[in-house]
């Protein structure tokens, strides 16, 4: 049976850590994916408006499933699906970020807002080639707006049990990456 689905992560996939868009080849061998019939997913931890289209190179997915699955959308950018982040869950990743330290952020509908720590993830972006991805929250008010659909942050594995101690109640899921 032919394959009918491709589903693609970008960062370390697509392109390669430190380079700023995917390679030219990987994104022609997309392309003829796509010609020979097969849908093209990209599915990320970024949520959709946190991918500059510079760095997918013409690259024209069929369908986005972004914000670690919270939301998906086809190629026209019609949402399919969203899930946001109730006030409880936020507040408490906040809390407890602050409480300990921890750079964090959010993903919201238009782009990554970093609520604490906006240096930490400069530095790297900045490493990554991937400078005004995200947006300095500081003033920790973009959440007024809308509610975001996913948290990022740099919390070490003991970190992530100290917070399910105190907030596992919650039902929250961490995806360590590298």
Request: proline letters at 5%; one cysteine or more.
């Amino acid at each position: 049976m032919p394959a009918t689905l491709l589903v693609l992560d970008i960062d370390g996939t697509l392109r390669p850590h430190g380079e700023p868009r995917v390679p030219k080849e990987n994104a022609d061998a997309l392309r003829t994916v796509q010609k020979a019939g097969v849908k093209l997913v990209i599915a990320t931890g970024r949520c959709r408006a946190e991918i500059p289209a510079k760095m997918l190179r013409g690259i024209r997915p069929d369908y986005w499933i972004c914000a670690a699955g919270a939301q998906v959308e086809d190629a026209a950018g019609t949402a399919l699906y969203t899930s946001h982040m109730t006030a409880e869950e936020m507040y408490a990743l906040v809390d407890f970020c602050e409480d300990y330290e921890h750079p964090l952020g959010f993903s919201f509908s238009d782009g990554g807002y970093v609520y604490l720590d906006y240096e930490a993830f400069h530095v790297q972006e900045k490493a990554a080639a991937l400078e005004g991805c995200l947006k300095d929250g500081e003033d920790q008010d973009r959440h007024l707006l809308d509610m975001p659909f996913s948290a990022f942050g740099m919390l070490a594995a003991e970190d992530i049990a100290k917070f399910q101690a105190k907030y596992g109640y919650l039902g929250l899921q961490f995806l360590p990456t590298t």
